[in-house]
């Protein structure tokens, strides 16, 4: 009899397949054949989800940029809205007025 999970693609009566363990390579020794199969697994992972990665990445990056150029002109418009400035302005100019019109009325 073979062991269990090797040749089989199903288990037994339970129908179902068996599952991936997963390893932690710096606690159990394993060989450099298994260590090169490993990497080859997950380049081939790492490369099968590629694109989708890069999809999301484009997007999020489009979204970002386009809530930045939004602050950004809002900002510009809502100072080029503001009048504070040029009425502190206006007041300034009558308060230099009126310190010239005192300064030479004495």
């Not at 020794?29 to 484009?58: C, D, E, G, S």
Request: aromatic share 6%; glycine share 8%.
């Amino acid at each position: 009899m073979a062991a269990p999970g090797a040749g089989d693609p199903v288990e037994g009566k339970s129908g179902k397949a068996p599952l991936a363990q997963r390893i932690d390579p710096t606690r159990e020794k394993l060989t450099p054949v298994q260590l090169q199969f490993m990497r080859q697994a997950q380049l081939a992972q790492w490369q099968k989800t590629l694109p989708q990665r890069r999809t999301r990445n484009i997007v999020t990056g489009l979204g970002i940029g386009a809530l930045v150029l939004a602050i950004y002109g809002y900002t510009f418009y809502s100072v080029s809205q503001e009048r504070f400035l040029d009425e502190l302005e206006d007041e300034a100019k009558a308060a230099r007025a009126r310190a010239l019109e005192r300064a030479s009325g004495h």
